[in-house]
């Protein structure tokens, strides 16, 4: 099936520049250490995609914990090992939980991830996303129309990206300065940004990702779970991305549309290797990018 959905061309990178076999290599370590260690991830998400996400985590080797009530988000955060907090579907209780959460992790200086789905197109979400980022999530995950969205300008069509990867490379800079985080810019070649300016293109993947129910959503999951092996976010980001993007690589070689797609995605997840990752991953490290 890999004909009729092809990856997307391994020619986004820069300027030609070679794979990196170390960022490849840390990847695959930190996908082991991840399966080691089955780090407890809650999950403030949109209902949407709950169920995907919770799917997603526990075939990579995560736990997860849809614990989004004013009264328990913080006290579940300050117990959980990552946490993410999307704007999906923000319900007025599921806005109280996610402040609780942040601010718990704030004050103990421990990693959280922003998704900030739809923001730039609607209101409500856009003010959340916005005030959340001055708690400095470790990592802000989301397409490129929602990263502009987040950075002051216009979003996409709800949660479609009307915009390239790279014209979202302004925003990523602005939003990293503002927060200190490492922003990811999903995509046909996702996009990383450290907090110090250095990027990372992950060129993998499938249009199929595009074609379910939390195809994104359940990235910026994983993203929080990688957090509990990775100090580094951008480290953690580009990990995430590349056992994820890779995982789908290999679901769609095997599905025949959509549907059986999101079920092989979780067998191929389940199934990825470290050594796998190493071997295959062909990340490239845009020098003097900044």
């Given at each position: 099936m890999?004909?009729?959905?092809p990856?997307?061309?391994?020619?986004?990178?820069?300027?030609?520049?070679?794979p990196?076999?170390?960022l490849?290599?840390?990847?695959?370590?930190?996908?082991?250490?991840?399966?080691?260690?089955?780090?407890?991830?809650?999950?403030?998400?949109?209902t949407?995609?709950?169920?995907?996400?919770a799917?997603?985590?526990?075939?990579?080797?995560?736990?997860?914990?849809?614990?989004?009530?004013?009264?328990e988000?913080?006290?579940?955060?300050?117990?959980?090992?990552?946490?993410?907090?999307?704007t999906?579907?923000?319900?007025?209780?599921?806005?109280?939980?996610?402040?609780?959460?942040?601010?718990?992790?704030?004050?103990?200086?421990?990693?959280?991830?922003?998704?900030?789905v739809?923001?730039?197109a609607?209101?409500?979400?856009?003010?959340?996303a916005?005030?959340?980022?001055?708690?400095?999530?470790?990592?802000?995950?989301?397409n490129?129309?929602?990263?502009?969205?987040?950075?002051?300008?216009?979003?996409g069509?709800?949660?479609?990206a009307?915009?390239?990867?790279?014209a979202?490379?302004?925003?990523?800079?602005?939003l990293?300065?503002?927060?200190?985080?490492?922003?990811?810019?999903?995509?046909?070649v996702?996009l990383?940004?450290?907090?110090?300016?250095?990027v990372?293109?992950?060129?993998?993947?499938?249009?199929?990702?595009?074609?379910?129910t939390?195809g994104?959503?359940?990235?910026?999951?994983?993203?929080?779970?990688?957090?509990?092996?990775?100090?580094?976010?951008a480290?953690?980001?580009?990990?995430?991305?590349?056992?994820?993007?890779?995982a789908?690589?290999?679901a769609?070689?095997?599905?025949?549309?959509?549907?059986?797609?999101?079920?092989?995605?979780?067998?191929?997840?389940?199934?990825?290797?470290?050594e796998?990752?190493?071997?295959?991953a062909?990340?490239?490290?845009?020098?003097?990018?900044?």
């Amino acid at each position: 099936m890999r004909d009729a959905v092809p990856p997307p061309a391994r020619t986004a990178g820069a300027e030609g520049a070679p794979p990196d076999h170390a960022l490849a290599e840390d990847a695959a370590t930190a996908l082991e250490e991840l399966r080691t260690a089955a780090p407890l991830v809650q999950c403030i998400t949109n209902t949407v995609v709950a169920n995907v996400t919770a799917n997603v985590l526990l075939a990579v080797g995560a736990s997860p914990a849809m614990t989004d009530i004013q009264g328990e988000g913080g006290v579940f955060a300050e117990l959980a090992d990552g946490l993410l907090v999307n704007t999906g579907t923000p319900t007025a209780e599921q806005r109280g939980a996610a402040y609780e959460a942040v601010g718990a992790r704030q004050r103990a200086g421990r990693a959280w991830v922003l998704d900030p789905v739809a923001v730039g197109a609607l209101p409500v979400r856009t003010a959340l996303a916005r005030d959340l980022l001055r708690h400095r999530p470790a990592i802000v995950r989301g397409n490129a129309s929602e990263i502009i969205g987040l950075a002051g300008g216009a979003g996409g069509r709800g949660t479609d990206a009307t915009h390239g990867v790279d014209a979202a490379r302004d925003a990523a800079a602005v939003l990293a300065a503002q927060a200190g985080s490492a922003v990811a810019v999903s995509g046909p070649v996702d996009l990383v940004r450290a907090p110090d300016g250095g990027v990372v293109r992950v060129p993998h993947g499938t249009p199929l990702l595009t074609r379910i129910t939390g195809g994104g959503c359940a990235l910026g999951a994983l993203m929080a779970a990688f957090t509990a092996v990775r100090a580094d976010p951008a480290a953690a980001a580009t990990a995430a991305t590349t056992v994820y993007t890779l995982a789908a690589e290999d679901a769609a070689a095997d599905c025949a549309g959509p549907g059986s797609f999101a079920v092989a995605l979780l067998d191929r997840l389940h199934a990825i290797t470290p050594e796998q990752l190493a071997a295959r991953a062909e990340l490239v490290r845009e020098e003097g990018a900044r």
